[in-house]
């Protein structure tokens, strides 16, 4: 059994006009490969500020896409058809940058913080209940 991380650059081009933009790096993926084959692709878009997930026939499994300080704010799931369909999540953040709301399908969790950063409450919607935890 082998195992190897591959990674790779593909650069923005732009002409030779400008030199600067044509060395600019647009995306950057790792291929985890098992016996020479590759098993999937991890591949970040630099100018959508997302990750791209590809299983091993290249189809588009998964995007994870950023805000400006580099947090997480959403998951969405892209599935064949024949699958079952899973919900994507979005991941609200405070000015804080801390997580204050989490929104997956019919689920909504909300957090509230006290002055130290120390989550005081997490409340849950589903549907037409909600649940709260101090």
Known sequence: LRF??????????S????????RRVQQVGKRP????????????DCDNRQDTVRNSLDEEVLTVQYND?????SFIPLTPREQP???AMKIMHDSLGRPSQIAWGALTIVFEYDRLNRIILI??????ASYLER
Request: charged share 35%.
């Open 123 to 128: 409340s849950a919607m589903t549907g037409g």
């Open 69 to 73: 300080a580099g947090q997480i704010t």
């Open 33 to 44: 490969r098992i016996n020479g084959r590759n098993v999937f692709t991890i591949e970040y």
């Open 15 to 22: 002409g030779r006009r400008d030199p600067e933009k044509w």
């Open 85 to 87: 369909h899973i919900d």
């Open 4 to 13: 190897e991380w591959r990674g790779y650059i593909r650069r923005k081009e």
